[in-house]
C-alpha cells in the first residue's frame, strides 16, 4: 500500500498565482482531510469529506480557498490568487470509515511545503 | 524506512491514574517530534514539541513527553488523566535534514475511566 500520496512535495511560487496542490488517499477509505500546519498556528483543520462530500469546511480561511474531490480517488485543493500568508505545509489525510476496527485512524500523507513569495 | 510507530491502538486509564501514551520512530538524522490530540469530531491539535535542549517537553493541558535518544521514544506522559483527555492521539516526527518530511503514527485511542 502507498499510503496517502500528495503532490508537489515542494511548491514555490509567487503572489498572486494559483496554486493546486493534489491528494490521492489510501484505497477504500470514505473520509478524506485537508490540513494546514504553521509555526505560529500548529496544525489546522481546512475541510473534510465523507464519501466525496465536503462535510465541513468551516476551516477553510476564506474565498480563495476551495477544495474538491470529484471522485474517491482524488482531491484538490485550490488557492487563487495565493499570498505570502499562505505559506505553510498542507497535509492531506484519510480515514477507513465505518466498518472499520479503528474508524478513527487517519492515516497522513508526507504535506505538501508551499512557499509564496 | 522512515516512519513512527503507535504500538497500541487502544489505552485505558482510571480517572487520576498517570498515564502513557508510546511513540517510537525511525527517522535519521534530528528528528523533531510533535504530539496531537484530536477529539471527536474535530482536527487536530498542537499538544507538544521537541527540537533540542531539555529531554522532558512541558506542553498542554498538564501533558508531557520526554525524548529518548537511544530508544527513539517519545512517550506522551500525564500524571494523573481526566476523563475529559480522552481523545485520540498522534505522533509525528519531522525530519529536517532529509526536506522537512513529516511522518505521523496511526494514532492511540486514549479512553479514561471515571
Known amino acids: 500500500d502507498a499510503g496517502v500520496i500528495q503532490s508537489p512535495r515542494h511548491e514555490v511560487t509567487e503572489m498572486g498565482q494559483e496554486v493546486t496542490l493534489r491528494c490521492k488517499p489510501i484505497?477504500?477509505?470514505?473520509?478524506l482531510f485537508w490540513y494546514r500546519q504553521t509555526m505560529m498556528r500548529g496544525l489546522e483543520l481546512l475541510i473534510y469529506f465523507n464519501n466525496n462530500v465536503p462535510i465541513d469546511d468551516s476551516g477553510m480561511p476564506e474565498d480563495r480557498f476551495s477544495a474538491k474531490m470529484p471522485n474517491a480517488s482524488f482531491s484538490t485543493l485550490k488557492i487563487q490568487p495565493s499570498e505570502p500568508r499562505d505559506s505553510a505545509v498542507y497535509f492531506c489525510a484519510s480515514r477507513p470509515g465505518q466498518g472499520s476496527v479503528r474508524t478513527d485512524t487517519q492515516y497522513f500523507g508526507p504535506g505538501t511545503r508551499l512557499t509564496v513569495l | 524506512a522512515q516512519s513512527v510507530a503507535q504500538p497500541e491502538d487502544q489505552v485505558n486509564v482510571a480517572e487520576g491514574n498517570p498515564l502513557t501514551v508510546k511513540c517510537t520512530y525511525s527517522?535519521?538524522?534530528?528528528?523533531?517530534l510533535f504530539w496531537y490530540v484530536q477529539y471527536p469530531n474535530r482536527g487536530l491539535q498542537f499538544l507538544l514539541k521537541?527540537?533540542?535542549?531539555?529531554?522532558l517537553v512541558k506542553g498542554s493541558y498538564g501533558f508531557e513527553a520526554e525524548f529518548n535518544k537511544s530508544q527513539t521514544s517519545f512517550h506522551l506522559k500525564k500524571p494523573s488523566a481526566l476523563v475529559s483527555d480522552s481523545a485520540l492521539y498522534f505522533c509525528?516526527?519531522?525530519?529536517?535534514?532529509?526536506?522537512?518530511?513529516?511522518?505521523f503514527g496511526t494514532g492511540t485511542s486514549l479512553t479514561v475511566i471515571p
Open positions: 509525528a516526527v519531522r525530519n529536517v535534514e532529509t526536506g522537512n518530511q513529516f511522518y
Open positions: 484505497s477504500g477509505h470514505n473520509s
Open positions: 521537541y527540537i533540542t535542549g531539555d529531554n
Open positions: 527517522v535519521s538524522g534530528n528528528p523533531y
